[in-house]
């Protein structure tokens, strides 16, 4: 991996289309983490393989604590890496803190 591309949520979408390559990148893996700990808010980490090049790209799209916890679906402008279902595309912990997807 070459590090994160950190980007806010309502940029999430944009980025992970822009990202897939016309569906070259597959969406791979995608997670939330709560960050509130560290002094931040929340984060939706995705990770999209690029197999010419053998890596991984991260995005990760913050939402702010106080903030709308929701956020475009990926599922259907992304393809996803084979063995990776859309209802499994994110964790649930991501479900618990209340961020939902739209779409």
Do not use: N, Q
């Not at 939706?44 to 090049?53: K, Q, R, S, T, V």
């Not at 991984?56 to 702010?64: G, N």
């Amino acid at each position: 991996m070459d590090g994160i591309t950190e980007i806010k949520a309502a940029e999430l979408r944009t980025a992970a289309v822009r990202l897939s390559a016309g569906g070259r990148h597959p969406l791979a893996a995608m997670f939330g983490r709560d960050e509130t700990r560290d002094g931040a808010g929340y984060a939706i980490y995705c990770l999209f393989e690029i197999p010419e090049e053998r890596r991984m790209a991260v995005l990760k799209a913050t939402f702010p604590a106080d903030g709308e916890l929701s956020y475009e679906s990926l599922t259907r402008c992304c393809r996803l890496r084979p063995g990776m279902s859309a209802r499994s595309g994110i964790c649930s912990a991501l479900c618990r803190s209340g961020i939902r997807t739209r779409g």
